[in-house]
């Protein structure tokens, strides 16, 4: 099976400094993770994904890194904005259809 | 591209409606759709997948007859909460893949079901 975590409930952060939010995940199979943005009273809206043979993608302004050794994801946002303040959830999938969602973590931006 | 829309957003009704809620992806066709129930501050708990022209797959202590998933085409799911009660007021999800190895899964914005 799978089980996914989140290191920390709520991240906050100043405009313009950089994010970073963290997820573990528990088998080493799984092969395909996402990083989804969920704003208030919305759906999760991708953001990244990235397969188990890379260790970094890059978009705008955000960056996964996969450390498979540690079985650990992160998503990097640069310069954050008040626009990034939302619930983000790592998503682990293994080798199926289905997506195992994190706890997800809620960033503040404060000015 | 990979839009889904769901409909409704809001559903307000009377204990014992039942109520159905569509999931459609507007831009491409969707071999498999997924339907999640989301409580307040917490994440999204997994009920069925639906594969198009075949039967719903449930997650384990999801009733099936409570939760009827129709999957009639490739753009097009539907679920319908029977005989809703209270306890099954939450925010329903849904999302679609193509459905060719490992794709991400597109979400709509969600059903707000609200049973008095």
């Known amino acids: 099976g799978e089980s996914v975590g989140l290191h920390l409930p709520t991240l906050s952060v100043q405009e313009g400094d950089n994010s970073i939010i963290n997820c573990a995940y528990s088998n080493s199979a799984s092969d395909y993770f996402i990083w989804y943005k969920q704003e208030s009273g919305k759906g999760p809206q991708f953001i990244i994904d990235i397969r188990s043979n890379m260790d970094k993608r890059q978009g705008q302004r955000v960056t996964v890194l996969l450390n498979k050794t540690v079985k650990h994801l992160s998503l990097q946002i640069a310069a954050t904005q008040p626009g990034d303040s939302a619930v983000y959830f790592c998503?682990?999938?293994?080798?199926?259809?289905?997506?195992?969602f994190g706890t997800g973590t809620r960033l503040q931006v404060f000015p | 591209g990979a839009v889904v829309s769901q409909h409704p957003s809001w559903v307000i009704c009377k204990s014992g409606t039942s109520v159905k809620i569509e999931c459609r992806s507007l831009d491409f066709q969707a071999t498999t759709m997924f339907w999640y129930r989301q409580f307040p501050k917490q994440s999204l708990m997994l009920m069925a997948t639906s594969n198009e022209g075949s039967k719903a797959t449930y997650e384990q202590g999801v009733e099936k007859d409570k939760f009827l998933i129709n999957h009639a085409s490739l753009t097009l799911s539907t679920l319908t909460v029977t005989s809703a009660h209270p306890e099954d007021s939450s925010f329903y999800i849904c999302s679609a893949s193509r459905g060719q190895g490992n794709q991400p899964q597109h979400f709509g914005d969600g059903t707000r079901l609200s049973i008095l």
């Open positions: 998503a682990v999938n293994l080798n199926t259809d289905k997506l195992i």
